[in-house]
C-alpha cells in the first residue's frame, strides 16, 4: 500500500510540472491515426480537452533535426488511458487479491486535424 501510495504520490508531481514547466511537459509519438492515438494517460495528469500540438520532424542538409507544428490535437472525454500502475502490476485490495482496473483503453484518443501519420511527435501546450 505504501509503495502504491509513493508511486501515485511522485507521479502527481510530475504531473504538476509537465503543466508549469516547458521541459518537463509531455512529448510521445502518436501510435495510431484512425482512432488518433498516444501512449499516454492518467499517470501523466492527461484531463478531457488538453491540447496538444503536433510536431513533424525534418533533417536539413547538414543533419540538424528540426520539428515544425503540424497542428493542435485535443484529448477526448471519456478515451484517457489509466496508466497509472507500474506495467506488470496489478492493483491489489484489503486482502492482497488482483482488483481489476475500471479502465483498460491501450491509449489516449484524440481529436482534431488531419494529415497525421504514426510517429510524429505531440507535446502538451496547455
Request: hydrophobic letters at 35%.
Amino acid at each position: 500500500i505504501i509503495k502504491n501510495a509513493t508511486l501515485k504520490s511522485i507521479d502527481a508531481v510530475y504531473a504538476k510540472l509537465q503543466r508549469k514547466f516547458e521541459k518537463f511537459r509531455t512529448k510521445t509519438p502518436l501510435v495510431s491515426i484512425d482512432p488518433l492515438a498516444a501512449k499516454i494517460g492518467m499517470k501523466e495528469g492527461l484531463e478531457k480537452g488538453d491540447k496538444y500540438e503536433v510536431l513533424e520532424q525534418s533533417t536539413d542538409a547538414e543533419g540538424k533535426i528540426s520539428y515544425k507544428r503540424k497542428g493542435v490535437i485535443t484529448v477526448e472525454k471519456g478515451k484517457i488511458m489509466d496508466n497509472r500502475y507500474a506495467a506488470g502490476e496489478e492493483p491489489l485490495d484489503e486482502e492482497g487479491n488482483p482488483i481489476a482496473p475500471e479502465n483498460t483503453l491501450e491509449f489516449t484518443t484524440f481529436k482534431g486535424g488531419k494529415g497525421y501519420y504514426p510517429g510524429m511527435l505531440i507535446r502538451q501546450i496547455n
